[in-house]
């Protein structure tokens, strides 16, 4: 099974923020990532955080990470039409190992 | 726009066909990579490249071969496929691995690849 969770969908109106949360099971995580793929295309990545911050904020996308709960969220204020996509939360170590969520689809109603 | 091309973006071919996959990135990252996406389920991880070099190889089916020419290219070759191969298959790539930390994934947009 996957050590990545998330739910599976989401749906909010225009304009409403949306907060997709994520769990992960390896603490020795060194990033945590948001990839959002549109239908038909690949995976966008979104925003990232290092393992060492708790917050990270980039214009309507915040992620908070809290290390102690291995919990993730992506909060996406003042959501758009064109913020409907799947979203996938990920997680790596070195190598190149990396863990991918099942992908939460998010859905914006008008 | 996406910094990693993928070539073709779609592709039908029968089981006894030989065809290629391509996928160019010019961004300096010595990290190539290639996934597959069934629908609605998360990419899994085939191939690792690092310096041109194939660092990680997930059990892959030997009739996907990878072959990576220089740090910008890479091909994914493909004979006598199975239905079940049909999904849509992503390149990716990051900086160097030094250290063995993983730096952030760039993807392309994929090539739909269905088997008859």
């Known amino acids: 099974g996957e050590d990545v969770e998330q739910s599976l969908f989401l749906s909010v109106r225009e304009g409403d923020s949306s907060v997709i949360n994520c769990t992960y099971t390896?603490?020795?995580?060194?990033?945590l990532y948001w990839y959002k793929q549109e239908p038909g295309a690949g995976l966008q990545l979104l925003t990232y955080i290092f393992s060492n911050m708790d917050m990270k904020q980039d214009q309507r996308l915040t992620v908070l990470l809290n290390k102690k709960d291995k919990h993730l969220s992506l909060r996406i204020a003042d959501t758009q039409t064109g913020d409907s996509a799947i979203y996938f939360c990920?997680?790596?170590?070195?190598?190149?190992?990396?863990?991918f969520g099942a992908g939460t689809r998010l859905t914006v109603k008008p | 726009d996406t910094e990693v091309t993928q070539t073709p973006k779609h592709l039908v071919m029968g089981m006894t066909n030989k065809k290629s996959l391509k996928c160019e990135q010019h961004m300096g990252h010595r990290a190539m990579y290639w996934y597959k996406q069934k629908a609605k389920k998360p990419p899994e991880l085939m191939f690792v490249y690092s310096y041109e070099k194939l660092s990680i190889n997930e059990s892959v089916p030997s009739r996907f071969s990878p072959e990576c020419p220089n740090s910008s290219l890479l091909n994914l070759h493909l004979h006598a496929l199975q239905p079940e191969d049909s999904a849509l298959y992503l390149c990716a790539s990051s900086q160097d691995l030094s250290r063995g930390v993983s730096q952030p994934q760039h993807f392309g947009d994929g090539t739909r690849l269905s088997i008859l």
């Open positions: 990920a997680e790596s170590m070195g190598n190149n190992d990396m863990r």
């Open positions: 390896d603490s020795s995580s060194t990033y």
